[in-house]
C-alpha cells in the first residue's frame, strides 16, 4: 500500500473538533469525501491513526476537516500530525501526475539525448517546476512542467521527453 501525505493539521477550528489542514495537493473536495478514509501520522513519534472524514469545507485557505475517530476534547492532540492516502484512491484527471512519480524522472530531448535527472518538483502557483541536475557536471537547472517545454512523460519507464531552449544547460 503506497501512502502519500497530502497535508498537515496546522491547528483546531471551533469547539466541534474540526482540523485545520494544510493541503499539500491539489482536488481537497475529492480527497475530503464523507466517507473517505485516510492515515493521520505523528513524524515524531510514528504513531498512526486510521480515520473517517465526516465533514469537510474550505475556510479563508484552509481545510476544515472533521473525523469520525476524532471527538472535540482530543483534536488538540492531532496538531503537527500528516494526513496520508492511498495513492491508489487518488485518480488524477489526464496529464496530471503525483510530483512523487516525477522525482527520479530521466529527462530527455527529442533525440533521445540524457540531459539530467529530476530531483525535485516545485509550485509557485502558476505551474510546477522540474528542478534537475546534469549527469556529467551535476549542473542544476529547471523546466517549467507545462505543454510547450513538455513532449511526453512516461512514468513507468521513468522518462519525461522536454523540449529544451538555448541556455536550457
Not at 549542473?139 to 517549467?144: D, H, I, L, R, S
Request: glycine share 6%; net charge negative.
Amino acid at each position: 500500500m503506497a501512502l502519500l501525505t497530502v497535508g498537515q493539521i496546522v491547528n483546531t477550528f471551533g469547539v466541534q473538533g474540526e482540523l485545520k489542514i494544510v493541503s499539500f495537493s491539489h482536488f481537497s473536495h475529492k480527497r475530503y469525501k464523507v466517507g473517505h478514509h485516510l492515515l493521520l501520522r505523528n513524524e515524531l513519534t510514528s504513531e498512526e491513526k486510521n480515520v473517517t472524514v465526516s465533514s469537510y469545507r474550505v475556510h479563508k485557505g484552509l481545510d476544515l476537516v472533521k473525523f469520525l475517530e476524532i471527538d472535540a476534547t482530543t483534536a488538540t492532540t492531532y496538531f503537527s500530525w500528516y494526513v496520508l492516502a492511498e495513492k491508489d484512491d487518488i485518480k488524477l484527471p489526464g496529464d496530471t501526475y503525483f510530483h512523487v512519480d516525477l522525482i527520479g524522472c530521466v529527462l530527455i530531448d527529442e533525440s533521445n539525448n540524457e540531459l539530467g535527472k529530476v530531483q525535485e518538483v516545485v509550485d509557485y502557483g502558476a505551474h510546477p517546476i522540474l528542478k534537475a541536475k546534469t549527469f556529467n557536471e551535476g549542473k542544476a537547472f529547471q523546466v517549467p512542467f507545462i505543454p510547450s517545454f513538455i513532449i511526453a512523460v512516461d512514468i513507468n519507464h521513468k522518462t519525461i521527453t522536454i523540449r529544451p531552449i538555448e541556455g536550457l544547460l
